[in-house]
């Protein structure tokens, strides 16, 4: 029995996540997740005994707690700058990788559930989308936005964010996500103005 390694562990999780952002649920194996990490392919299975369904997970969770990280902290210095600091790490994720990342999250939202595994993923991608709303709304509601309103605009920076990272992905270009956060930054600042 190989002794537990949990950098190794963590790499996988961490190659997973990124394989998720560029290629997609489907097209990230176990396979080619060892070989990515540079990992043995048994070592993946004895970190993940369930297989894809676990790794995927975990990926999915590893992701959305480093982007929460980040939201959570710019978010102390108010709402404007949280978003801020939001739309500017995915903007940084589709300009650094030349259009051929986005969001780990989404990615494997979108998937049709037709399998455990993606079932399994999916209900963490909906804890992490819960979560980065939470946190927006919260940060709102802390500077004098009604919770209604405020859950409504965490809800629409979200989505307006996922949807301007697939257009500029799409079109391989940055100017509308650029676009979607300048109006993303004018209706923050008119609501808490």
């Keep these: 029995m190989s002794k537990s390694n949990p950098e190794t562990r963590e790499r996988l999780v961490a190659t997973a996540a990124d394989m998720l952002r560029r290629r997609g649920l489907s097209a990230t194996s176990i396979r080619e997740l060892a070989k990515a990490a540079r990992a043995p392919l048994g070592s993946t299975y004895h970190y993940f005994p369930e297989g894809k369904k676990q790794v995927v997970t975990e990926a999915v969770g590893y992701a959305g707690e480093k982007v929460s990280s980040i939201l959570k902290g710019a978010l102390e210095e108010g709402p404007v700058t949280g978003v801020e600091a939001f739309l500017r790490l ?3 994720v589709i300009v650094d990788t030349d259009f051929n990342a986005g969001c780990p999250i989404i990615s494997v939202a979108l998937v049709e559930p037709s399998s455990n595994e993606v079932e399994a993923a999916q209900v963490e991608a909906a804890k992490v989308l819960d979560l980065w709303e939470a946190l ?11 919770a209604v309103r405020a859950n409504r605009l965490a809800t629409t920076i979200i989505a307006s964010t996922e949807g301007a990272l697939a257009i500029s992905r799409a079109k391989r270009d940055a100017a509308p996500f650029e676009r979607v956060a300048q109006q993303l930054r004018e209706l923050l600042e008119s609501e808490l103005a």
């Design 90 to 92: 995915w903007l940084g």
């Design 136 to 146: 927006i709304s919260d940060s709102l509601q802390k500077h004098g936005v009604e």
